[in-house]
């Protein structure tokens, strides 16, 4: 197995290596940058990368940052993020990645090497391997930024149907409501997710759809 190391803290990037030569892996390139990182994939196109999320320059999130631009520019390039860290403003990008071949496993609560390679070796495969805590963190967060978190269910409903480009009248006999109550429940939809008059109806519409498709 051909493997790309990125980590700045130079002590943690040799274990890893020695670590991995140990399990028969080859260790094709070891950097310290998430632009490192990105040249590496694309020079070396390994088996899978194993990449910190804290790098410089800003050492905040640059390793997951380059993880998901080396996956761009190879596609489904296997990543398996090893880190002290739950950074979940690219992980959520890794995570709803249908290609697989992903990982983000927490340094600490890898209990034995075995098991960190057994994860190595399953995101190598293309699957996935997500610490459940990374998943919590994950999921807290898409609760908290979903725009329609604040519909009723029956908004949910009316949006549904609009999502099936249904209009008003036709929304209101599936429902067995008046137009009326329709319109109250689109109005009430509009302004949760903060869709305004100026807009104008059809292009609130056509927005609020496009919000309930991507939630």
Same mark, same amino acid.
């Given at each position: 197995?051909?493997?790309?190391?990125?980590?700045?803290?130079?002590?943690?990037?040799?274990?890893?290596?020695?670590?991995?030569?140990?399990?028969?892996?080859?260790?094709?390139?070891?950097?310290?940058?998430?632009?490192?990182?990105? /040249?590496?994939?694309?020079?070396?196109?390994?088996?899978?990368?194993?990449? /910190?999320?804290?790098?410089?320059?800003?050492?905040?999130?640059?390793?997951?940052?380059?993880?998901?631009? !080396?996956? #761009?520019?190879?596609?489904?390039?296997?990543?398996?993020?090893?880190?002290?860290?739950?950074?979940?403003?690219?992980?959520? /990008?890794?995570?709803?990645?249908?290609?697989?071949?992903?990982?983000?496993?927490?340094?600490?609560?890898?209990?034995?090497? @075995? @098991?960190?390679?057994?994860?190595?070796?399953?995101?190598?495969?293309?699957?996935?391997?997500?610490?459940?805590?990374?998943?919590?963190?994950?999921?807290?967060?898409?609760?908290?930024?979903?725009?329609?978190?604040?519909?009723?269910?029956?908004?949910?409903?009316?949006?549904?149907?609009?999502?099936?480009?249904?209009?008003?009248?036709?929304? !209101?006999?599936?429902?067995?409501?008046?137009?009326?109550?329709? #319109?109250?429940?689109?109005?009430?939809?509009?302004?949760?997710?903060?869709?305004?008059?100026?807009?104008?109806?059809?292009?609130?519409?056509?927005?609020?759809?496009?919000?309930?498709?991507?939630?």
């Amino acid at each position: 197995m051909r493997v790309v190391v990125a980590d700045d803290a130079v002590l943690i990037r040799e274990g890893l290596v020695r670590l991995l030569e140990e399990f028969g892996c080859e260790v094709v390139a070891t950097v310290g940058t998430g632009e490192g990182l990105v /040249d590496a994939v694309v020079t070396h196109r390994p088996d899978v990368s194993v990449v /910190d999320v804290r790098m410089p320059p800003t050492f905040t999130d640059e390793g997951l940052r380059a993880a998901v631009e !080396a996956r #761009e520019k190879v596609p489904g390039a296997p990543v398996l993020i090893l880190s002290q860290y739950v950074e979940v403003s690219y992980a959520d /990008d890794l995570l709803a990645d249908a290609r697989g071949a992903v990982g983000y496993l927490l340094k600490d609560r890898v209990v034995d090497v @075995e @098991e960190f390679m057994d994860g190595l070796r399953r995101v190598a495969a293309g699957g996935t391997v997500f610490d459940p805590q990374v998943v919590a963190q994950l999921m807290v967060r898409r609760r908290r930024d979903d725009p329609l978190a604040s519909l009723t269910p029956r908004e949910r409903e009316v949006l549904a149907l609009m999502a099936e480009g249904k209009s008003n009248p036709a929304i !209101a006999r599936r429902l067995v409501v008046t137009e009326g109550a329709v #319109e109250k429940h689109i109005r009430g939809i509009f302004t949760k997710l903060g869709l305004y008059a100026e807009d104008g109806d059809q292009h609130r519409r056509v927005l609020a759809v496009l919000a309930y498709l991507r939630s």
